[in-house]
């Protein structure tokens, strides 16, 4: 299995609920809802990431062995 799509799945699943709070976090979180929502948002971009570093590691291993 590549994880690293998985890794990829899961960040964007993570930026998606920051910005579901950044639009609809009122409601849920109260007022000062923002700050929450863009630490959830960053953390997501920084898992889309370490799943580029990921998959571009699987592909050199899957290349080297070919070789």
Known sequence: M???YVVLVLGV???LIG???MAFGEGILGEN???IAIVI???GIGIIGTSGAI???ER???LE???
């Open 33 to 35: 809802h923002s700050g």
């Open 41 to 43: 948002g960053i953390v």
């Open 65 to 67: 062995q070919k070789n």
């Open 60 to 62: 050199a291993r899957s």
């Open 19 to 21: 910005a579901f709070l």
């Open 55 to 57: 998959i571009s590691g």
């Open 2 to 4: 590549r994880w690293g």
């Open 13 to 15: 699943s993570v930026c």
